[in-house]
C-alpha cells in the first residue's frame, strides 16, 4: 500500500463517526422538492447542506436561486495554479417515501442497523454529498485541484437547473465532472458506470366507435378500443420478452456483466417467473431497448360494464440504448404504434418526452485514474458497467463543457440499497470505500497536472 493510500485511508476512517451523524441528520430531513409537498423541508435540507460544506472546508457555500425552482448549493475550493478543475455533482431532494409503501422503519427517523444507515435518501443521494465533502476534508491543507460543487434540489422531480446551465455554461467550466449519484453492483466490488439509457415516451389514443354500446348486442363485429389498443401493445415484444420495435438501436455489453442472482433478488421476481429477453443481461439493461408500459386509461375492474368501449389510451416509456438518437428512437416507436393499428382503428400518438441517452468516452485519462483509484481503494479490480436508468441533466453539463470528462460513481449499491423503494439504505462502509476512492483520485489528478 502506498503511503499516500495509507495516509488517506487514516484519515477518512477517522472521519466516519462524524459523516454517520451528518448524513442521519439530512436524512432526518424530509426534503421532497415533488409539486404539491411542503417547501419548507427542501428549503430546510438546503440550508442544512450549506452549513454542512462549510464545516467540511468549503468556506464560500452559499445557495445560487434556482429561477421558478429550489435552490441549488454551490461552493468553490481553488487549488495551485494550473491544476485541473474538479465539479462535483449530486443532489439533497428525494423521492417521496410513504409508510403505506411497506416502510418498516419511518423513513425520515434514519435508524443503522448490520453497518447500514435506514431512510429516504440515505443512499440516494445524501450519501452522495457525504462522499464529496468527506473526499475534499481528506486532502485538505494540500489540495491538489480546483474544486466545485454544485448540489441540485430538484433531480427527482422536474429540474429547473438545466436552463441555468444553458444560460450560464461559464460557471460549471472545469475538466472533470464527478457524479456521485450511482453506486456499485454489489458492496466492495468496485465499478464506475460509463453509459445511461435514455427515455423517451408517447401516448397512443385509439378510437373506434363514437359512444359506448352494448357488448352483448353488438360485440363480435364492431371493435372494441380497448381490445385494439392490446393487440398493437402486444406486436412491441416477441415471445422471448424482446423488444421489437423497428428501428430500435441495440448492441452487445462488452464490459461487466449483471449477476443473475443478484437481478433476481433485487427485482424481488417472483418464484416460476422468468426472465425476458435474449442475451446477456448486462445487454438487456444497459444496451438494449426496453418499452415499458407506464399509464393506461381503461375501466378499472370495479367500475367495469358490459360495454365496448370507443376508446383507450396508453402511455408508453422506452429505453433506449447508448449512442442512439433520442428523437430518432421515439419516432420509430411512434411510427411502429400507427402502422399495427387493427380494423381502421383510428390512432393518434403524441410525443411526450425524448430523453437523450449518455455515453462516457473510456479514453479519458481522467477515467483511467479514476478506476485505478477505485482498484486500490477497494483492493480489487474496478470494472465498468452500463446504467438502464438515467440522469438528464448529464446531457445538458456535456453540452456546456464539451471537452471534460466524466465519472460517475457513488455508494448506492444495487444489492441493497433500494433507491427511490421502501427501506432505503446505505452501506456506511461502502461509503467509507467510496470516499477513499474519491480523494485518491483528486491527489492522483492533481500529481499529473
Known amino acids: 500500500m502506498s503511503t499516500v493510500l495509507a495516509n488517506l485511508r487514516t484519515a477518512v476512517a ?65 487549488g ?32 443503522e442497523k448490520n453497518g447500514r444507515l435506514y431512510g429516504r435518501g440515505a443512499a440516494d443521494d445524501k450519501s452522495g454529498i457525504l462522499q464529496n465533502i ?18 441540485e434540489g430538484e433531480e427527482e422531480t422536474k429540474s429547473h437547473l438545466g436552463p441555468f446551465v444553458e444560460a450560464n455554461p461559464e460557471l460549471f467550466a472545469c475538466d472533470v465532472f464527478i457524479i456521485t449519484d450511482l453506486g456499485n453492483t454489489r458492496g466492495n466490488e468496485p465499478v464506475i458506470t460509463i453509459s445511461e439509457r435514455g427515455d ?61 442472482d443478484l437481478y433476481r433478488d433485487a427485482t424481488g421476481l417472483l418464484p416460476g417467473v422468468e426472465l425476458i429477453g435474449e442475451g446477456t443481461l448486462s445487454t438487456r439493461l444497459w444496451s438494449s431497448p426496453s418499452v415499458t408500459v407506464i399509464g393506461l386509461d381503461a375501466p378499472t375492474v370495479k367500475d367495469g360494464g358490459n360495454v365496448l368501449q370507443p376508446s383507450a389510451r396508453a402511455k408508453l416509456s422506452m429505453r433506449i440504448a447508448p449512442g442512439s438518437d433520442q428523437d430518432a428512437e421515439l419516432e420509430a416507436l411512434m411510427s411502429h404504434l400507427r402502422s399495427v393499428a387493427p380494423w381502421g382503428a383510428q390512432v ?17 485519462p481522467a477515467l483511467q485514474l479514476a478506476k485505478d483509484a477505485m482498484s486500490e481503494a477497494f483492493g480489487s479490480d474496478c470494472q465498468f458497467i452500463g446504467s438502464g436508468a438515467s440522469i438528464p441533466l448529464l446531457n445538458i453539463l456535456e453540452s456546456a463543457v464539451p471537452n471534460a470528462e466524466f465519472i460517475l460513481w457513488g455508494a448506492q449499491d444495487v444489492e441493497h440499497a433500494r433507491i427511490h423503494g421502501t427501506n432505503e439504505s446505505v452501506d456506511l462502509a461502502e461509503l467509507e470505500r467510496c470516499i477513499l476512492a474519491q480523494a485518491l483520485f483528486l491527489q492522483k489528478l492533481g500529481s499529473v497536472s
Open 14 to 78: 477517522a472521519m466516519m463517526p462524524e459523516v454517520r451523524e451528518d448524513l442521519a441528520s439530512l436524512v432526518a430531513i424530509p426534503s421532497c422538492a415533488f409539486p404539491d409537498f411542503p417547501a419548507e423541508p427542501v428549503l430546510e435540507a438546503a440550508n442544512a447542506t450549506v452549513e454542512l460544506l462549510k464545516r467540511y472546508g468549503v468556506e464560500n457555500a452559499r445557495l445560487i436561486e434556482i429561477p421558478d425552482g429550489y435552490p441549488s448549493v454551490w461552493g468553490e475550493i481553488p
Open 80 to 111: 495551485p495554479e494550473g491544476a485541473p478543475v474538479v465539479l462535483m455533482y449530486n443532489h439533497y431532494d428525494v423521492q417521496p417515501a410513504p409508510m403505506e409503501q411497506g416502510w418498516e422503519t419511518d423513513p425520515f427517523q434514519p435508524v
Open 134 to 151: 468527506a473526499s475534499i476534508r481528506a486532502v485538505a491543507g494540500s489540495m491538489p485541484v480546483t474544486v466545485k460543487i454544485l448540489i
Open 200 to 260: 423517451v415516451s408517447c401516448i397512443v389514443e385509439v378510437k373506434t366507435l363514437d359512444r359506448s354500446v352494448h357488448s352483448g348486442k353488438f360485440g363480435g363485429a364492431v371493435p372494441d378500443a380497448l381490445v385494439a389498443l392490446i393487440r398493437m401493445l402486444a406486436t412491441l415484444h416477441d415471445d422471448a420478452g424482446n423488444t421489437i420495435v423497428p428501428g430500435a438501436t441495440r448492441f452487445t455489453w462488452e464490459g461487466a456483466d449483471f449477476p443473475e
Open 348 to 364: 393518434t400518438v403524441e410525443k411526450v418526452k425524448a430523453g437523450a441517452p449518455f455515453k462516457v468516452p473510456t479514453d479519458g
